[in-house]
């Protein structure tokens, strides 16, 4: 996605009281005067238009309920969607002070595009005191028009299969700390897609769909995770490890009873206080039949980023497989520029064989813009180059992975 942005940026703050420091207080109080040195596009609107900001320690100390709010509405284009309008809200706080809660993040957006596309999603990671539970829902709902081309990864961009529907998914759960970094926890997840339409026989849908209308997949899941990261919108020398197993069963709904686990790993390497090595591998399975839009694709991970390079949906399969690395770097000192050069590689299983035959690689380039400095917040622009033709740029609120 390629942006033009009219930003604004907010910090709802609590008034501070001048009181004694603690030991614990001055150490946020550092903290925070590191922070205020820093630069985002904040400070260079204040500056531009010469408004008189809050200075100090004081409007940077992370006090729980204080909220960091970003928002970037947009004007842009994307590969599915064509020229679109969008806007994106990232508020995160604290629910505790920050030397022993993570920082919790609430993403909402909406988008609406010519091709009549409308996206609203909202996703959070909300983390209770001591990091004792960390509830994570995933809404969205989407009346869509996307392009789809078949099972497997061997695909091209010239055999689009154009497809109609309307989607809403629910996932809610809540994980318990058990052990040092380790959670686990249970939830429950819904995708229903409804009104679907495609009158082409392009690919391999029509075979694999049968020509059904609506799909739905229900049930619960069980989720063991590992994380070690304390700001999702940024990680830095952290670890990030999850196992969710998903039963789907008609007696809750679903169309087939059919399974799922997803294996996903994240390992963020400090190289400095600005540059940073990232890995990240995203792995799905399924066993029974699975409603066609809930295989595993490109693009439909928690934040739609898995295969840049490539227009959501180019490969799908039974199974799919997936890494990414990155590299992090500081421009600027005040960390306000930055940028990153990333590689990935992606596989989808062929259909009907069930057999990974094939790789879509892809790689780029991005810059990254200090959004918010207090919830280390990015703008990130990345153009990225796939294969057999696939190219185009991306965007994001808080980096990719």
Known sequence: MFVLLASTYNIFAQASKTLPLSSQDSLVIKKADSIVR?????DIFYRTFKINAKKGPDSALEKAGKLF???????G???EGGPIAVATVNASF????PDSTNLSVFTFGGE????NQVLVPIISNIWTKDNKYDWLGDWRYYSYHAETYGLGTDNFLSREDATYYSYVRIYQEVLRHFSSNYYIGLGYNFDGHYNISNNSDITDYQQYNEGLTKTISSGPIIHLMYDSRTNINNPKDALYASLIYRTNFTSLGSDQNWRYVLVEVRKYISLSPHDVLAFWTWNEFTWGTAPYFDLPANQWDTYSNTGRGFIQGFYRGTNL???EAEYRFGITRNGLLGGVIF????SATQWPSNKFEYVAPGNGVGMRIKFNKYSDVNLCIDYAVGINGSHGFFFN???VF
């Open 38 to 42: 820093q630069k985002d596009l904040a």
């Open 69 to 75: 709010f970003s928002f970037a509405p947009a004007l």
């Open 77 to 79: 284009y994307t590969l």
């Open 94 to 97: 604290y629910t505790q002070t």
């Open 112 to 115: 609406y595009s010519l091709h």
């Open 321 to 323: 497989v997936y890494l």
């Open 343 to 346: 590689s990935n590689a992606g």
């Open 397 to 399: 609120l808080g980096e």
